[in-house]
């Protein structure tokens, strides 16, 4: 080590910095030190490495100089701290409730305690949460009406609840389980279970070993019984089951009041409890209502509630089978009177002290129900989405939908029910809602009895006895096609005081079909319209009447009606402005005395007086009130709500006396009145006009005739115009759904035509011929479109014609009619002299087995005997071939000469030399070529290059010779079984067509849907992998619209604007009058308008790039911002009287727009949530209780 | 026993040449999104004095006006459909309590097992590897049987299964067989480097997805096992991997 010169330093003075300057290493590198008794040199590498002092560097690099730190370096920043596992916890469960109990006994007499008792307890630690049994406890209070989403429904009946028999048989079994081999190893309803069986390590199932060897010890002289309990209870659903000991004191006592009183009920009246039902697959049994129940009295002493009339044979046997408390089927028609069912079923309930449901598909039947049911029993309640009456009362009232959900959620009201009335039982056939009544029906539990009121169904039987199968009960079917009031159907053509009497019967109460009355009808309209040419000159009157002739039409009608006692009538128009029009026309009519005047005007008062001030300056209410005053009433979808429902209450009080109405006052509600008029056969269905169908005119006439009113009820159809067609009248009014055959069946009832011998290539045969011609059509088809083979079809080019009246005849082409689209070629064909004596063989038998000649050339018609010719009119398929002849002809001059001699006059008169020429030559290639002229050959001649022609041409040729080849043809029997296999054939061909129409639907769509996907993935709603993604998860959250309000919502077009602007925006999506928005919209509001069009505009682009069939212009056509400005005023608060002058739009279209619009600001306010921006959402709540106001959302006067 | 003994080493920062086109959007808490105030606030955002605040650390995400701020790290978010791995940790009468790194523990509803349309698979033998969910890439299966010989289940919980591949699928045993034949050593083997792939894409924060892993694979054969995990080579393989996933993009 080498010895440095050292620095001689003085001793530290205090104010001296602590340095010390040490060497490090040997190359003469030193470095000052602040550490004073450092050492002064250091060893001749430097300083060792080591690593560096960690909580002096974490101190430095964190605490002294933070500076570095990254503020984006954020990976470790955020910790989170593993849980301690405890997997003892898995092993750990609770004890089983207490099995038994210690009972006293007592001296039967004294009463003195003899000594105590250990009894098992049945049903322990039932609750609603761990027991379908109807015996676990009834929930809290709170609950006993909607139940709760956690419980479990009731046990549904007609399924195997496990019964004491089967119990106590089971439970012997369970007695015998050997626990060396019989314990079950894969669990009831898998396929696969646990497998114990030792595998290559000797394992032994110890679990089971050790208990049934724990369990020897454990028998502490209990019994056998109490081993199988303790064994029994893991795996066996005991909770549910009753006693295992039948006929034990405490399964009476535990026994529940209800099943008491039933019993009661049922032995109280005479027949005996049916016996078990029978092992056959019969569940419906159809009820014979055509003998009258003489003894119902007598079997019925006491009724539970008795009418003023003397119900039906059909009512009459479905009362018969209620207090049996069986289930039944009513399958009648809407007046028949199934009501009386229901109420009986209700007044029973309240006498045996149970609840009755009454279901229905509709809100507005069910609030109807309500009021009709309340005033009839008083303790009726409601249930439905907006209200809540009288949850306690024993029948309640609700739609399906409410009350799937107290089944799913084990609700006590299900305890103390007797009966569910299910009405309009036949919306189960709808798409999207019927699937609620499969629920219904299937979760109801046993002890509930099922009325199913249906309209007529031609498949009653088969409904009731699924339902039967599913229940495993009987259920009674009552059908009856009767109506208690039958209808008879006019035909009114009066249009003038003079006239009124011209009503003239057509289908009388029976069904008869009077012609006579039709004819009659006919004649007293045509002989008016003489006069009436008379007077005005030859003028046809055309127009089906303006308002004025209209108002003359129905002045006359009502005066007859009226004369004639039968009012009321409801008049079915079908647009909404004509039923406006015609009420208000009436204005001399008055209809109604004072009396019911004043009670119209108190009436009126009342319901009126729920509203607010100005609302009952409405124009509509004025106009209406006005109206109904004078006993008119008007009722369609542009009326207010409460307006129809005031409509709906005084007709059926009888004091509107006319009742304009569209069709869907038809729908639903039982409105009947002493007549029906048709203003029209016709309707306009959306798309286009239409004759109405059968069944909307049998429902709609059906509301014709009130039950215990009338004798019979009239149906009248005006003829304003001409007078309907016969044929058209008799389908509409009598015709029967057809029900379809089944092909399968026809099929099989086909003999299978011979194929041995000769015919053994008779199946071959049949499909060139088909494929020959259809190969011939396709090229036929191509020439036509090609433009070669359209100059070919010039005038006088000679061509073979195949229709249905000409067999391969010659023609000459006439005449090319220009418009391409439907070419037409007048033609002059040959033909046969009509034979006028013999009609039925005019004109060539139809080929009806065609001979290899009739297929492979075209062996051309040659007339037989005299030669005759006829102009036709040929559609393009009706040229079979293009010939290589050309004719001169003058086309015009032979046309002109042809219709002449169509006159009557000029009948006899021979034709012109130019046409006898032509036939002339006609007849003489006929003759030339019996096989069939030399035709144009597509490809040479025509310059068709066209692949599929050029291969077409050559499969034609190489069919044509192998049916030239075919054996079957020499057989005698060739043409019968041709004729058998053509149709077995055809059958085989439509049953294949309608079985792809079966299994492919969806494919059908498939196209579609790609494209819809397309459309998506393009505006970012799924990626590339078919992903969701954020935006398409906001879609799922609309219910309409989605696309357009998922854009709107994410161009963020919505949240800079005020709820109410909103409102009025999206008013433009759900409003369904079109109309322009004003021009005094605020700019905000304008601009807002043109954002959402700009977006539609877009969405429609990328649709039509993607390949959808819709139009940019269609799909922001469907936008309508007519109502705008009406919604805008509306969220502010303006009332609604001032609302009716700012459109035209009718007021109840207008409240239909704003109650769908606050639905649709429920669904956004869901979508800004899931996006996370509490802003919009925020807005759109206001916006929705802006909307829900006043009379829009006024609750309906039948829940009052 | 063999024992191998390294010196620390600087962490190099990640090559930049290798990222991707569009360079993420990346926030902490208060860092100010945008001053535009034509844009709708998401999750993970708030509006103060007219701007867009971040209220978490992560990345920006788009869509149209919407924004919202991804956390890069955090418990799992349920959402409908999603696949999760979970693991019981408590077990009661009626209900069976699942950690699935939520901020709550699930609730498992004994009665809801075996509903028709739910998919309620217990997973018998395998590895659970447990990472960020922001990590799993969202896609139309998790469920994937990689062609190495083992599936893997990417729970959206940031739980992820590997299993070897059933050589017949199990239908209707409703999991209530447990399959307790050894693995084999084969697949036990390309389970574990599954695993050590996960981790070290995890680590260099890739995104998961049955190609990533895939790659990752592949890229980790040259390598043993236990070195996958080695930091330079965990580097280098899932650079393999980006550099094919990118050339896969094109």
Same mark, same amino acid.
């Given at each position: 080590m080498m010895e440095t010169e050292r620095l001689v330093l003085p001793p530290p003075d205090p104010l001296d910095l602590p340095l010390r300057a040490v060497e490090v290493g040997c190359t003469g590198r030193w470095e000052l030190l602040n550490a004073p008794g450092a050492p002064e040199s250091t060893l001749p590498h430097g300083l060792p490495p080591c690593a560096p002092d960690l909580q002096q560097e974490a101190k430095q690099l964190f605490l002294s100089s933070p500076a570095w730190l990254p503020l984006h370096g954020v990976e470790h920043s955020a910790r989170k701290w593993q849980r301690k596992m405890n997997p003892w916890s898995l092993l750990s469960a609770l004890g089983a409730p207490v099995p038994s109990d210690l009972q006293a006994q007592r001296h039967p007499t004294t009463g003195q305690i003899l000594g105590y008792k250990e009894v098992l307890l049945e049903n322990t630690n039932l609750s609603a949460t761990t027991s379908l049994s109807l015996r676990r406890p009834p929930g809290p209070i709170s609950q006993s009406l909607w139940g709760n989403p956690t419980q479990y429904p009731f046990w549904p009946g007609g399924m195997d609840e496990p019964t004491i028999t089967d119990l106590s048989t089971r439970e012997e079994a369970e007695e015998e389980v050997d626990f060396e081999k019989d314990l079950l190893t894969v669990p009831p309803g898998f396929k696969k279970g646990v497998d114990f069986a030792p595998k290559d390590r000797p394992a032994p199932a110890p679990g089971l070993l050790s208990l049934s060897r724990l369990l020897e010890p454990l028998d502490l002289g209990g019994g056998d019984e109490d081993e199988t309990e303790a064994v029994g209870q893991p795996g066996s659903r005991r909770g549910d089951t009753v006693s295992a000991s039948p006929g034990s004191a405490p399964l009476v006592r535990a026994s529940s009041l209800e099943d008491l009183v039933l019993k009661e009920a049922s032995t109280a009246v005479s027949p005996p409890e049916p016996p078990k039902p029978p092992p056959q697959e019969q569940w419906a049994i159809p009820v014979d209502v055509t003998s009258p129940v003489g003894d119902f009295y007598r079997l019925i002493p006491q009724p539970a509630f008795q009418w003023p009339f003397e119900p039906d044979v059909f009512q009459k046997q479905a009362i018969l089978h209620l207090e049996r408390h069986d289930s039944v089927f009513v399958a009648a028609h809407t007046s028949a009177g199934k009501t009386v069912v229901a109420e009986y079923a209700i007044a029973l309930a309240q006498k045996h002290m149970t609840r009755t449901i009454y279901t229905s598909p509709i809100k507005a039947l069910s609030n109807q129900k309500f009021r009709d049911f309340r005033n009839t029993f008083g303790d009726v309640g409601l249930l439905t989405g907006d209200v809540q009456l009288h949850p306690e009362a024993s029948c309640l009232i609700m739609t399906t939908e409410i009350l799937r959900s107290m089944l799913y959620s084990g609700s006590d009201v299900i305890r103390d029910l007797e009966w569910v009335i299910f009405d309009e039982v036949h919306y189960i056939n709808d798409a999207e809602r019927g699937v609620v009544w499969e629920e219904v029906l299937i979760m109801l539990p046993d002890h509930v009895s099922i009325i199913l009121l249906s309209a007529t169904v031609p498949n009653a039987l088969e409904f009731a006895d699924w339902i039967g199968r599913l229940k495993r009960r009987h259920i009674y079917v009552i059908s009856t096609v009767a109506r208690p009031v039958p209808l008879e159907h006019y035909l009114f053509t009066g249009n003038s005081p003079k006239t009124q009497g011209e009503l003239f019967l057509l289908l009388d109460s029976r069904g008869a079909f009077h012609t006579k009355g039709y004819y009659a009808a006919v004649e007293a309209k045509k002989e008016r319209m003489s006069k009436h040419a008379q007077t005005f000159g030859a003028k046809q009157p055309t127009h089906q009447g303006g308002p004025a002739q209209d108002r003359g039409v129905y002045l006359c009608l009502l005066a007859s009606l009226r004369t004639r006692a039968q009012l009321p009538v409801v008049v079915f128009t079908f647009s909404r402005g004509r039923c406006d029009e015609q009420a208000s026309g009436l204005t001399s009519l008055d209809l109604t005395t004072s009396s019911e005047k004043s009670e119209i005007h108190l009436f009126l008062q009342r319901c009126l007086a729920r509203l607010r001030g100005s609302d009952r300056q409405l124009p509509q209410v004025l106009h209406m009130s006005e109206l109904l005053h004078r006993g008119l009433g008007v009722h369609h979808s542009g009326i207010l709500p409460i307006l129809k429902e005031i409509v709906e209450m005084l007709f059926s009080r009888g004091l509107v006396k006319v009742l304009f109405a $569209?069709? $869907?006052?038809?729908?639903?509600?039982n409105m009947p009145a002493r007549t029906v008029v048709f203003d029209s056969m016709r309707k306009h269905d959306g798309s286009t006009f239409r004759d109405l169908l059968p069944g909307e005119y049998v429902q709609m006439a059906g509301r014709a005739g009130r039950r215990g009113l009338d004798p019979t009820g009239t149906v009248i159809l005006l003829c304003k115009g001409r007078v309907p067609e016969m044929a058209d009248l008799h389908r509409m009014m009598m015709a029967h759904e057809q029900a379809l055959a089944e092909l399968t069946k026809r099929l099989g009832a086909l003999e299978e035509p011979d194929t041995t011998g000769q015919l053994v290539d008779l199946p071959e045969y049949y499909s060139w011929g088909e494929e020959l011609t259809e190969t011939r059509g396709l090229i036929q088809q191509r020439i036509i479109d090609s433009v070669n083979g359209l100059k070919s079809l010039s005038a006088g080019r000679v061509v073979v014609v195949k229709n249905q009246e000409h067999h391969n005849a010659l023609g000459v082409i006439l005449q090319v009619s220009s418009n391409s689209p439907s070419r037409v070629f007048t033609t002059l064909v040959l033909c046969d002299k009509p034979m006028s004596e013999d009609p039925q063989e005019k004109g060539p038998a139809s080929p009806d087995v065609p001979y290899p000649d009739d297929l492979v050339g075209f062996k051309l018609f040659l007339p037989e005997g005299p030669c005759d010719h006829t102009v036709a009119k040929l559609q393009p398929g009706d040229v079979a071939a293009i010939t290589t002849k050309v004719l001169r002809v003058n086309g015009e001059k032979i046309l002109e000469d042809f219709s002449k001699r169509q006159q009557p006059k000029f009948k006899k008169e021979p034709p012109l030399a130019a046409v006898t020429t032509a036939v002339q030559e006609l007849l003489r290639l006929a003759q030339a070529y019996p096989a069939g002229p030399p035709t144009l050959d597509p490809v040479n001649d025509l310059q068709l290059k066209d692949v599929s022609v050029v291969e077409g041409g050559l499969r034609a040729r190489k069919l044509e010779e192998l049916i030239r080849g075919a054996q079957c043809v020499h057989s005698p029997r060739f043409p019968a079984q041709y004729l058998k296999l053509r149709e077995r054939m055809q059958i085989q061909k439509e049953m294949e067509r309608l079985s792809f129409l079966l299994s492919d639907q969806s494919l059908l769509l498939l196209p579609e849907y790609h494209q819809r996907v397309e459309v998506l993935r393009t505006l970012g709603y799924v990626d590339e992998a078919g992903t969701v993604k954020l935006a398409g998860r906001v879609a799922c959250a609309m219910s309409s619209h989605e696309l357009l309000l998922t854009e709107l919502m994410f161009d963020n077009a919505l949240s800079a604007l005020r709820p109410e602007e909103i409102a009025a925006l999206l008013s433009g999506l759900v409003c369904q009058s079109s109309g322009d928005a004003g021009d005094q919209l605020p700019s905000t509001l304008k601009q807002g308008v043109e954002r959402v069009r700009a977006v539609a505009k877009r969405i429609g682009e990328v649709q039509v790039a993607c390949g959808l069939n819709q139009t940019v212009e269609e799909f922001v056509g469907e936008l309508n911002f007519g109502l705008v400005e009406v919604v805008y005023e509306w969220a502010r608060g303006m009332p609604f009287s001032e609302l009716a002058g700012l459109s035209g739009t009718p007021e109840g279209l207008v409240v239909r727009c704003i109650q769908r619009l606050a639905e649709m600001c429920r669904s956004l306010r869901g979508a800004a949530r899931l996006v996370g921006e509490p802003v919009l959402g925020a807005k759109m709540e206001t916006a929705a209780t802006l909307l829900r106001r006043d009379i829009v959302f006024a609750a309906s006067l039948y829940t009052q | 026993m063999a024992m191998e003994m390294r010196l620390p080493v600087a962490r190099k920062p990640l090559s930049e040449s290798l990222g991707r086109e569009s360079k993420k959007h990346l926030v902490v808490p208060g860092d100010t999104i945008t001053t535009d105030t034509g844009f709708m606030r998401g999750h993970g955002t708030y509006m103060g004095e007219e701007k867009l605040i971040a209220s978490v650390a992560g990345s920006v995400e788009r869509v149209n006006k919407l924004i919202c701020v991804k956390a890069l790290k955090t418990r799992y978010n349920g959402e409908v459909g999603d696949i999760v791995v979970g693991r019981i940790t408590e077990v009661q009468q009626k209900r069976w309590k699942v950690?699935? %790194?939520?901020r709550l523990d699930s609730v498992l509803l004994l009665s809801s097992? %075996?509903?028709?349309?739910g998919e309620l698979v217990r997973l018998g033998q395998g590895v659970l590897v447990q990472v960020s969910p922001s990590l799993v890439k969202r896609q139309k299966t998790h469920f994937h049987d990689l062609p190495c010989g083992a599936s893997v289940i990417l729970g959206n919980n940031g739980f992820i299964w590997i299993y070897p591949t059933p050589e017949h699928k199990e239908e209707d045993a409703g999991g209530f067989t447990a399959n307790l034949e050894p693995v084999s050593l084969a697949d036990r083997e390309v389970i574990s480097r599954l695993r050590n792939c996960i981790v070290s894409l995890v680590t260099q924060r890739m995104m998961l997805y049955d190609t990533s892993i895939l790659y990752c694979y592949e890229a980790s054969l040259p390598h043993q096992i236990k070195d996958i995990l080695k930091p330079e080579i965990m580097e280098e393989i899932v650079m393999e991997t980006r550099q094919r996933l990118l050339e896969q993009e094109g």
């Open positions: $569209t069709e $869907t006052f038809a729908m639903g509600v | 950690e699935t %790194n939520s097992m %075996n509903l028709p349309g």
